[in-house]
């Protein structure tokens, strides 16, 4: 993890000074790759090396994401359930836009409970209009953030939902400084049309958005104010996200249960009784995996099988 202003965080991108030939994937990631393909041909390694049991290593913790899953079909050629978990975990491609705001979420209008305490008045929004239907209010995170004064934003949100399978090669066709052009224009009509009903006090009287409320040090004009805001559409291999569709709780498979000897799994496309992509679920597998190999945690909360 990296420290920003005293906040512990995961990096944006991954930290190539701990891997090995790391330049070298820096740069092919840099000159438009995918991680997937800066990786294939795996730097300095030739051929099959095959570890012993007992010599080399007492057991495998398989903790990978499920679209890396590739790997393992050698193991699908022995067994038909590992065969079946790697046909019945699916993914999704998604999109992601971040807005920083100069008004509060209050002040643009957005009423919480009176109730609430500091901590819960904090949205968390889902089931909105697609394709952006998840706001999270991360307001906080703008005091870990440099920003000069008279920049520094009252509100921070995130949106966030789901590309149609159709509209997945027009998502990963154009980026540019950092930002996918397609969920650029996505989220530009998305406000237009739905962010006035959280927030009334986004929309002028005559109706049109208050795109000078967004945060931009280059003072853009109109919509073009959303270039200084952070767009990604997540559509290449482990970017993609963990879905759990109807039917296909059967072809999890717990921790314990990968039917390989020393063989013990992790991840968010396990059977962890929720079964669900978040990292909840991540870490309640991380915790029985542990507990497959030591028996310790005896309990893992949230587990109800």
Request: hydrophobic share 40%.
């Amino acid at each position: 993890m990296i420290d920003i202003n005293g906040l512990r965080c995961w990096p944006s991108e991954p930290r190539y000074d701990q891997l090995v030939d790391g330049e070298r994937l820096r740069a092919r990631v840099a000159a438009g790759d995918s991680h997937l393909e800066a990786n294939a041909g795996g730097g300095t390694t030739a051929g099959a090396v095959t570890l012993q049991a007992g010599r080399d290593f007492d057991r495998v913790i398989l903790g990978i994401p499920a679209m890396a899953l590739s790997i393992t079909e050698p193991l699908a050629r022995q067994s038909v359930k590992w065969k079946h978990m790697l046909s019945g975990v699916e993914t999704v491609a998604t999109q992601a836009v971040q807005l920083w705001l100069q008004p509060s979420v209050e002040q643009m209008g957005w009423r919480p409970s009176p109730s609430a305490d500091q901590v819960s008045r904090r949205a968390v929004l889902g089931a909105y209009a697609q394709p952006f239907h998840t706001w999270a209010d991360f307001s906080h995170l703008a005091a870990s953030e440099d920003w000069p004064d008279h920049l520094r934003p009252h509100a921070v949100a995130y949106f966030l939902g789901t590309i149609p399978h159709d509209a997945e090669d027009a998502a990963q066709a154009t980026t540019v400084k950092g930002n996918s052009q397609y969920e650029l224009r996505e989220s530009v009509q998305w406000l237009s049309t739905y962010a006035t009903a959280l927030w009334p006090g986004l929309v002028r009287e005559h109706g049109e958005l208050a795109w000078d409320l967004l945060v931009d040090p280059e003072a853009a004009l109109g919509a073009a104010r959303m270039d200084a805001q952070y767009h990604r559409a997540n559509t290449h291999g482990t970017e993609r996200y963990v879905q759990h569709t109807a039917g296909t709780t059967k072809y999890r498979l717990k921790a314990h249960e990968s039917g390989f000897e020393n063989l013990v799994l992790a991840g968010d496309w396990t059977d962890t009784g929720i079964c669900g992509g978040c990292v909840e679920t991540a870490t309640m597998s991380g915790l029985q995996a542990s507990r497959a190999i030591s028996g310790y945690p005896r309990t893992v909360i949230g587990e109800s099988r």
